[in-house]
């Protein structure tokens, strides 16, 4: 595998994927009432099933560690063909010190230490950061022939309220490189980076954020609306380009902090598509909205909310199309929760389960990720077909398969014991010197976790059997 001299490598993507969640979750309906939240508010409300969160004996670190080693023992993949490794998560413990700097010590002697890439930060856009630093460095006169390690991890917990329930926590790792099966299609990023104190982490003694949740959905509607736009300008511009609806895609994957966000998101692109078509063209597009009058739409983030009636409106005008492209990809979400930066890539995840091999083959997926304060970019991958790509889509597959299982295999918890973990993360947040209070045999096996931290903060791990 080598660069060549004046031309990019061919099919450059995403060439297998691993994801890590906790083995313990708590039920949503039984949070509801545990909060005193009306009966629906988490389940219908925010459409949210389930919430994965983890005890004190996990950090961003043992999630990071747990879901690479998973993920090389997997695939075979040795250390040694690794010449980037980029992470990208909001969870830090030890600030100037990168998560990258701790996943090196999963490198065996013999592997060189000659890997560039460290930790990018913003909100839940870190992974995609990442993600385009391992494209971009593929596609450089930098790459080396090796693969691009892409790592991203969080912990999600908020503040007792009414942010709570949309917590989460989990880890995806992708390898990336040359004739994946997952192609990422060149010159069709489209990004929308802005100003916002929408949610951010202020306290450094704390693990959570400061949010106004209200703000954080106009400011990621506005981004998406934004986003969307510059990259049809983009797919237009692009020799034999056109028009892109949303109907140019057989699958819609959004970053999910909550499953009724993505659905009006979805929603959302419909709406944009609706404003981008002739008067003429309405009634037979879109049959029935031909009365929706808007004004000056989404000129600016305090009023990038729905109108109420245009939103029931396209909400039900996109229910088939969210069915049909964006729903199978909330599995996990719903599930597990907000994972933070691994949200979107634990959607691709959800999408490629619930596919066979043939019905993905040929299709073209767009991926919005959103990170509050902001940070945000809209791209595609279109499954090739070509360059035995096949077995190679096979493997990838292969590699996700126990993903449903896994869901299945965790143990459900008590909210009352869930709201004594939140409590002890709370209190053991950045003591030193620290013993984990929590039982390691609760953890699935090959799950790294805290043994200990000592008088300087110095952290020690070991993988549960
Ligand atoms: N049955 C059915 N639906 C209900 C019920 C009920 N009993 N009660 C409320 N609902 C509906 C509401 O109508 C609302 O739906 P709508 O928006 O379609 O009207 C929904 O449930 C949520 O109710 P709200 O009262 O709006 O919820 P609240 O304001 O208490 O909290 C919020 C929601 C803001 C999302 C909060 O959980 C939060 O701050 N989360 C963190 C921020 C976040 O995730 N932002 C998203 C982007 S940024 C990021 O990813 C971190």
Redesign the pocket.
Known sequence: MTSGQGQWPADVGITAIEIYFPSQYVDQEELESFDG?????YT???GQKRMGFCSDLEDINSLCMTVVHKLMEKTGTAYEAIGRLEVGTETLVDKSKSVKSVLMQLFPASAAADIEGVDTTN??YGGTAALFNALNWVESSAWDGRLALVVCGDI?V?ATG??R??GGAGAVAMLVGPHAPLVVERGLRSSHMQHAY??YKPDLNSEY?V?D??L??Q??LSALDRCYGRYRQKAAALPGGGPVTVDSFDAVLF?S??G??VQ?SLARLVFNDFLETDAAAVPERFPGLEGVQVSEPHKTLEESYFDRDVEKAFMERSRAQFEQKTKPSLLLASNVG?M?TP?LYSCLVSLLVSKKPDELTGSRIALFS?G?GLASSLFSIRIATTNGSGSRLEALLAGVSDVVGRLEARQKVEPAAFADTMQLREQSHHLAPYAPKADPSMLFPGTYYLTGIDEKHRRQYARAT
């Open positions: 939240a009306s009966a629906g508010k219908i409300g925010l909100a839940c999600a908020y009414s942010a329930p949309t929408d949610f954020p949010v949740g209200r954080s959905i400011c990621y970053h902090p909550f009724k966000l009006k907000n933070y949200s959103y509050s």
